[in-house]
């Protein structure tokens, strides 16, 4: 990387954390700490957010899942909007109300310690783990420039995250997030620009945008319903719904961001701001991803996007196999690069017979590199078993660190950082507020100084910190990061989301069948997610959201009568 881009990189992100620390200087209690001074006006609280969402993984992970799969995983943030309204009906003006550190302490006043505890404890567990793998995604990056150990990577990011939260809390991490998310999209939008000024001279961005059409990638909205297919508008639209909900209505992380606002006006504003802003984001990063690929069919690819695997198999006794995969797949890559030119000509003559023929020509060579592809993945494994050969993940990185202009490199890698700075940072002050609020606090120190609480804040955010990066070391497990983090999430979040509606919708509902129903459903999540891992059943994890909500209200319902007649009998 060139001197410019790492005065740009490192100038960038030391301003996002100088101006940080400057800004929280004076945080001194634990109430400014884990809350600010709720003082935020809208458009802060709708960028920090989407902020504390739009993570490393969104702008590594979401750019290559659009290279390989297309435009349909925007169908995900479909319901977003419509879970914003809802929020901003129902959910906000009790939590304003009750003037709540955290979201679990609504639930102690409506039902009881154990299950306000049961809810913080999924939500610990959910979030600590997604924590980890926000870590892990710029650590592929820095490994990767650096040629560094990725476990020591993953170490130094995480110590440097550490420092910058413990240091500022809450008000840290939304002051900051507002010029993170400023770098962000200014950066995405200006890689989309540069992306299309790289394509040959007679490839319009027009053209662009219809090879990919015709290649299956711009497959935006898919209206059958189909409980195997993780992503359509059914699964977005329910299952996305349910998600959303938990997810901004019941998970910390987001619940602290707009907590801190003015009033329940600004929070109502920055909620809607991000209902409406961040489904169009989304789509500029798939589209990216898009270009992106366009980009990589007129100029030659690597047969492998992760460089430091390829260079594992050049140093063995495998490198002839490589060599002989790389000949053929530039020989593929060349027939193909002709027979999209040619696809053009017939797109250009509306010729729909010669369209369907380039066409199936085009998809046969795709097939045929996807098959040199795989082998090169099987040579990896050959040399090293323990080898992660998925590499969508390396596909934008790729990009930016090859074909970028100087400059540019420094602007997106700080884009990256900038994302994960600001997601893990709301991660782990999130998870040190809930520990020490609904734990510990409330069960094991409960008539402690402001200044004990103070400390042991900062104390629990390095604690969690430490979890995250232990977790950061396995996040190589998954195959793609931006779904292992919505996997994670679905896994809880629908039976939190369950026990907050049963709450507010079914008040006859009592504390004890609220606790078992959700006990009980969370069985059956992980059960459905586990029969769906091992291949007995199909499902997409989307599902598990509205599964585990139902479930919970619906468990909690058929046992409040079961309750009743045990307490009468016992009385």
């Given at each position: 990387m060139h001197l410019v881009d790492w005065i740009v990189m490192m100038g960038t992100l030391l301003f996002i954390v100088a101006y940080g620390v400057w800004k929280t200087r004076n945080v001194s209690s634990v109430r400014s700490y884990l809350l600010g001074d709720r003082d935020l006006p809208w458009y802060t609280i709708g960028l920090s957010v989407m902020a504390t969402q739009a993570s490393a993984i969104t702008f590594l992970s979401t750019p290559g899942q659009a290279y390989d799969d297309g435009m349909r995983f925007v169908q995900f943030y479909f319901g977003l909007p419509i879970a914003m309204v809802i929020l901003c009906i129902f959910i906000l003006p009790i939590y304003y109300r009750l003037k709540v550190y955290t979201a679990?302490?609504?639930?102690?006043?409506?039902?009881?310690?154990?299950?306000?505890?049961?809810?913080?404890?999924?939500?610990?567990?959910?979030?600590?783990?997604?924590?980890?793998?926000?870590?892990?995604?710029?650590?592929?990056?820095?490994?990767?420039?650096?040629?560094?150990?990725?476990?020591?990577?993953?170490?130094?990011?995480?110590?440097?995250?550490?420092f910058y939260t413990m240091m500022g809390g809450t008000k840290a991490v939304s002051v900051t997030q507002k010029q993170q998310m400023i770098v962000i999209l200014s950066g995405m939008f200006i890689a989309a620009v540069i992306i299309v000024l790289k394509l040959p001279a007679d490839v319009s961005f027009g053209k662009a945008v219809a090879v990919a059409g015709k290649m299956g990638k711009l497959n935006v909205v898919d209206l059958e319903f189909d409980l195997q297919n993780r992503y359509n508008i059914w699964s977005g639209l329910l299952g996305g719904v349910f998600l959303f909900l938990s997810y901004f209505g019941t998970d910390q992380s987001q619940v602290q961001r707009y907590l801190s606002g003015k009033s329940l006006a600004q929070s109502r504003l920055g909620l809607l701001f991000n209902g409406i802003i961040k489904v169009p984001m989304q789509f500029l990063v798939l589209f990216t991803g898009i270009l992106v690929f366009v980009f990589f069919q007129f100029t030659q690819p690597p047969v492998h996007y992760n460089e430091a695997n390829l260079l594992k198999v050049v140093r063995s006794e495998q490198r002839p196999q490589l060599e002989v995969l790389q000949k053929e797949f530039e020989q593929v890559f060349i027939q193909k690069k002709a027979a999209i030119r040619q696809l053009i000509a017939a797109i250009d003559q509306e010729d729909e017979t010669l369209i369907n023929t380039h066409k199936a020509r085009v998809q046969a060579l795709v097939a045929r590199e996807k098959a040199i592809r795989s082998q090169v993945d099987e040579l990896v494994q050959r040399v090293d078993p323990h080898a992660d050969v998925e590499d969508n993940d390396y596909i934008f990185i790729t990009f930016v660190t090859q074909y970028l202009?100087?400059?540019?490199?420094?602007?997106?890698?700080?884009?990256?950082?900038?994302?994960?700075?600001?997601?893990?940072?709301?991660?782990?002050?999130?998870?040190?507020?809930?520990?020490?609020?609904?734990?510990?606090?409330?069960?094991?120190?409960?008539?402690?100084?402001?200044?004990?609480?103070?400390?042991?804040?900062?104390?629990?955010?390095?604690?969690?910190?430490?979890?995250?990066?232990?977790?950061?070391?396995?996040?190589?497990?998954?195959?793609?990061?931006?779904?292992?983090?919505?996997?994670v999430g679905s896994l809880f979040y629908g039976v939190i989301l369950g026990v907050f509606l049963t709450a507010f919708f079914l008040k006859r509902i009592t504390a004890t069948p609220a606790f078992i129903g959700a006990l009980l459903a969370e069985v059956c999540v992980v059960t459905v997610f586990l029969l769906d891992h091992h291949g007995y059943i199909r499902l997409g994890y989307l599902w598990l959201n509205m599964i585990g909500c139902v479930l919970t209200m619906l468990f909690s319902t058929l046992l409040q009568p079961l309750w009743q007649k045990e307490q009468a009998a016992v009385g």
């Open positions: 679990y302490e609504y639930l102690e006043r409506r039902f009881d310690i154990k299950t306000r505890a049961l809810t913080a404890f999924f939500f610990l567990i959910s979030r600590g783990l997604s924590a980890g793998i926000t870590i892990y995604a710029p650590a592929i990056i820095l490994s990767d420039i650096m040629a560094w150990d990725l476990n020591y990577t993953i170490l130094a990011i995480g110590v440097i995250v550490i202009p100087i400059g540019l490199v420094g602007l997106l890698l700080a884009v990256i950082f900038s994302a994960a700075m600001s997601s893990i940072s709301s991660e782990l002050n999130a998870l040190a507020t809930t520990t020490v609020i609904d734990f510990y606090r409330r069960l094991l120190r409960k008539h402690e100084s402001d200044r004990h609480y103070f400390n042991a804040s900062k104390l629990f955010t390095v604690v969690w910190g430490l979890v995250a990066v232990s977790f950061a070391a396995f996040a190589s497990l998954f195959e793609n990061l931006i779904e292992a983090v919505n996997i």
